[in-house]
């Protein structure tokens, strides 16, 4: 099926909508996802600092 959207782009539609408990579990598992990702980037920039500093004291 197709739809225009905005400005006449075309936005395609495939398969049945989501029911509205698993847009929340989808929703909340995204979240969670995010919220890895950042924690992840924060250790890693920690890490980073950390081998640097290391590496200007040896």
Same mark, same amino acid.
């Given at each position: 099926?197709? &739809?225009? /959207? #905005?400005? /006449?782009?075309? %936005?395609?539609? &495939? /398969?049945?909508? %989501? $029911? &509205? @408990?698993? %847009? +929340? #579990?989808?929703? #909340? +598992?995204? @979240?969670?996802? %995010? $919220? @890895?990702?950042?924690?992840? &980037?924060?250790? +890693?920039?920690?890490?980073?600092?950390?081998?640097?500093?290391?590496? +200007? $004291? /040896?």
């Amino acid at each position: 099926v197709h &739809s225009r /959207g #905005q400005k /006449g782009s075309k %936005i395609l539609y &495939s /398969g049945p909508l %989501i $029911q &509205s @408990e698993n %847009i +929340d #579990q989808m929703l #909340q +598992d995204h @979240e969670r996802h %995010i $919220q @890895e990702a950042v924690r992840q &980037s924060r250790l +890693d920039k920690a890490r980073k600092k950390r081998v640097t500093a290391a590496y +200007d $004291q /040896g």
